[in-house]
């Protein structure tokens, strides 16, 4: 009665409490292997960039510094970047306008890009397999890398998305033998034969993003997902320097 005139009742005080959760999970998917033979090598071609997502919290986009994270029936397999920092050696060069000389997430302007190539053979079996990708992208508030959630992005009414393409190919003995033999690899998938990826490298995404004079550090391939480096620990000496 008069105590719920004075200090309002329940219905006034109810509050609505929202939580923010980064998952970054965003794609899963069930396949099933044919019968394989012993000596069989299998290649996923994985294309994706950093389109779709431009107008969220994050407001990167295809600029942003992102991690995939693969992982194969449960177990995680590979730590991707895709992340280009020689668009400014576009043959065209000041010749053409726009921002075509700024590092990006995935591609460049006028380039083709075939995707990474990797060599997953010992990550998959005969039968029913299941892929799974979570996205991490660099926050350079938090200083680290964090799981990609669209928290935001009803506020401007846009509904996220990132559009990949995924195929995994096989490869008799036969043919896994004769790629291990060329001198210059014909294709990436049979530098991914040879090396285990078209580009090694991608494997290797730096823990930091080196900004302001910062340091980039990078991630062991696959395995557990480790936390980011401190900048001042002089004890790493795989160092390298990432475009920001």
Sequence with gaps: GDHG???GTDE????CVITTRREGL???HEFQLPQLYTGDRLVLQ???TGHGWADTTEQCGEFCHAVYRLSFNGTLAYNITQFRDDCDENPIGPRQHGTWNESRNGWCPGSVEPGLYIDVTEHVRQGSNRLSISLDVWSESAREYLPYTNYAGFALGDAAF???GASIFVYD???AREAAVHATPATAAVEALRRGCSRPEALQPATRIRQEGREARRLPEGGRRQGPQHADDD???DDVDEAG
């Design 162 to 164: 990132l559009t990949l």
């Design 26 to 28: 965003f794609f899963e």
């Design 173 to 175: 003995a036969a043919a």
């Design 12 to 15: 006034d005080q109810r509050v």
């Design 5 to 7: 005139a004075d200090n």
């Design 46 to 48: 994985l294309v994706i």
């Design 235 to 237: 004890n790493d000496d």
